[in-house]
């Protein structure tokens, strides 16, 4: 079994400040872990993926991400926050187990951003 | 290419009435699945399939029904619709669920009354 929980159901900074969105998962199996964000009314796109190679993980628009096994975490960051990053954030664990694939979904970060 | 089309965009229902939400894809990908949003709980899969001929359930399959006779449509049927299938839709695909991204569709809004 395997479960994602994104501790902040929203999280509100100001414009050009530094933004964290935590993330913590549990998997009886080597997971492959992804952060996508949804702008209202789109679908989901993809801000990055950790598949076991390099544990930072870069994304599209200056997000980055750390895989620490130690913490079973995969917080995002930004280091400075831009209007256009208000959005919903959702973390994803994905596991190869004994009947095939399995996509866990956390419940989501609403990301605000205050000029 | 046009991604993942999803339609209708929007759609109310009276309770007990039957309909069919349409996913296509255009980028050859073997793995499809459908998902329901809902607000604070994340995207729950529905049913998935990794290729033509091939469906399975996922999370929350009851009351609903997949089948995948091409590559590229992958229809969910609401057999019975319930005011509790009241959500957002979404179809993905991807080569595959571990290592790939998936790409959604822009989604359908499901209203039963």
């Known amino acids: 079994a395997q479960s994602v929980t994104q501790l902040d159901s929203h999280v509100s900074v100001s414009e050009g400040t530094p933004v964290l969105l935590r993330c913590n998962y549990s998997s009886s199996y080597s997971p492959s872990l992804f952060w996508y964000v949804q702008h209202p009314n789109k679908g989901l796109q993809l801000l990055l993926k950790?598949?076991?190679?390099?544990?930072l993980v870069k994304g599209i628009n200056g997000f980055e991400a750390e895989f620490k096994k130690s913490e079973t975490s995969f917080h995002l960051t930004k280091p400075s926050a831009h209007m256009s990053d208000a959005a919903e954030y959702f973390c994803?664990?994905?596991?190869?187990?004994?009947?095939?694939?399995?996509?866990?979904f956390g419940g989501g970060t609403r990301l605000m951003v205050k000029p | 290419n046009a991604g993942v089309t999803q339609t209708p965009k929007f759609q109310v229902l009276k309770t007990g009435q039957s309909m069919t939400l349409q996913c296509a894809q255009d980028?050859?990908?073997?793995?499809m699945s459908w998902y329901r949003q809902d607000p604070g709980m994340g995207l729950r899969l529905i049913h998935y399939s990794v290729g033509a001929g091939i469906t399975d359930q996922g999370e929350v399959p009851n009351g609903y029904n997949v089948s995948r006779s091409t590559t590229e449509d992958f229809p969910l049927r609401l057999l019975s619709a319930a005011p509790s299938q009241t959500s957002v839709y979404f179809c993905?695909?991807?080569?595959?669920?571990?290592?790939?991204?998936?790409?959604f569709g822009p989604g359908t809004r499901l209203t039963v009354l």
């Open positions: 994803v664990v994905s596991a190869m187990q004994n009947a095939g694939n399995m996509l866990t």
């Open positions: 993905a695909s991807s080569w595959d669920f571990t290592y790939n991204e998936q790409f």
């Open positions: 980028m050859n990908h073997e793995y």
């Open positions: 950790y598949t076991s190679a390099a544990t």
